[in-house]
């Protein structure tokens, strides 16, 4: 079992950053993947980042804008917003998976391990 605990949530004014932060239990970067996905109010969960086999991807709506990393234990995983706009606006969840393969990394179902969520509010 994976514990992820997230934090760095909170309110920011749009065109400013934030630093999400995610903690896990066991280290999952090895051979699997860490990352985020994020669900506004009334929407559909939806892929963010992700880090996998030393590769990082971005959905189009955030790339150029966010940057995901690790540390050297590869235990915790980053994710740098910055330009937020108000459609950056919800609630972000770190997921986890030891064995995630490529063509299902976008994919919310295909993650074994959540964190508890943290919100992220851009105000316009």
């Known amino acids: 079992q994976v514990q992820l605990e997230e934090s760095g949530g909170g309110l920011v004014a749009a065109g400013g950053s934030l630093t999400l932060s995610c903690a896990a239990s066991?280290?999952?970067?090895?051979?699997?993947?860490m990352g985020w996905f994020r669900q506004a109010r009334g929407k559909e969960r939806e892929f963010v980042a992700v880090?996998?086999?030393?590769?990082?991807f971005y959905a189009d709506s955030v790339k150029g804008r966010f940057t995901i990393s690790s540390d050297n234990a590869k235990t915790t995983v980053f994710i740098q917003m910055n330009s937020l706009k108000s459609e950056d606006t919800a609630v972000y969840y770190c997921?986890?998976?030891?064995?995630?393969?490529?063509?299902?990394?976008?994919?919310?179902?295909?993650?074994?391990?959540w964190g508890q969520g943290t919100q992220v509010t851009v105000s316009s």
């Open positions: 997921v986890a998976d030891g064995r995630i393969i490529y063509s299902d990394l976008l994919r919310a179902d295909a993650y074994d391990y």
């Open positions: 066991v280290r999952t970067l090895t051979s699997g993947a």
């Open positions: 880090i996998w086999r030393n590769r990082s």
